[in-house]
């Protein structure tokens, strides 16, 4: 079974200031796949970025940018140049394995950007 | 904009209501999803259909009848429910069950707020 460790509960950022939300995982599958999600008060589940076990490069997506440390097991959202639109919950995830549609989550960080 | 598309935004039911969610995606996926989210949690797994048949149920109560009338809708049929169902049901889907790819995100709606009164 994997699972996701998200140890922040709720997090601050400045205006225009970079902020950097925290994920670890835990899975045995060689395969898999990590996930963003930001969940404004709307409700709506926005995929941010995605990054493959098997890949070289962090991945980056404007202004999203994912740390991978796969030794580590840690799959940090670094956010550049927050916005007050970025405040939301942001949801970690992972999908693992052949034939799998489970997509395991973190329980979240709320990140609120202060103007 | 999401391309995952959910109606009704808002519902307001009564324990003896039948009411149906529906969800439409125009991105070709074959694997559909419902998912049902709690405040303050995060979203859990309810039902999986591929190609069009329903592959996963989480041991989700029978007032729960989801509903793959073709590749690009998913309805879930809302009967007796109880006033702890009351939550955020999000729709996604992918393209397939394949495993983690890049082109295999799951991609999800706006979700539909249930409230059973």
């Known amino acids: 079974a994997q699972k996701i460790t998200q140890t922040q509960p709720g997090m601050f950022v400045q205006e225009k200031e970079a902020v950097t939300l925290d994920c670890t995982y835990d899975t045995s599958d060689p395969s898999y796949g990590l996930f963003w999600y930001k969940q404004p008060s709307s409700g709506e589940m926005i995929f941010l970025i995605y990054?493959?076990?098997?890949?070289?490069q962090n991945a980056t997506e404007g202004r999203y940018s994912l740390n991978f440390q796969k030794a580590r097991k840690s799959a940090n959202l670094v956010i550049s140049a927050s916005q007050l639109g970025d405040s939301a919950m942001y949801f970690c995830a992972i999908r693992t394995g052949a034939g799998s549609y489970q997509l395991t989550f973190g329980k979240g960080t709320k990140l609120s950007v202060i103007p | 904009d999401t391309e995952v598309t959910q109606t009704p935004k808002h519902l307001v039911m009564g324990m003896t209501n039948k009411k149906s969610l529906k969800c439409e995606q125009h991105?070709?996926?074959?694997?559909m999803y419902w998912y049902k989210q709690k405040a303050k949690k995060p979203p859990e797994l309810m039902f999986v259909?591929?190609?069009?048949?329903?592959?996963i149920n989480e041991s989700v109560p029978s007032r729960f009848s989801p509903e793959c009338p073709n590749s690009s809708l998913l309805n879930l049929h809302l009967h007796a429910l109880q006033p702890e169902d009351s939550a955020l049901y999000l729709c996604?889907?992918?393209?397939?069950?394949?495993?983690?790819?890049?082109?295999?995100?799951?991609?999800f709606g706006e979700g539909s707020w249930l409230t059973v009164v």
């Open positions: 259909y591929s190609y069009e048949k329903l592959s």
């Open positions: 990054q493959g076990s098997y890949d070289q």
């Open positions: 991105m070709g996926h074959r694997a």
């Open positions: 996604a889907s992918s393209q397939d069950s394949a495993p983690a790819r890049r082109g295999n995100t799951i991609y």
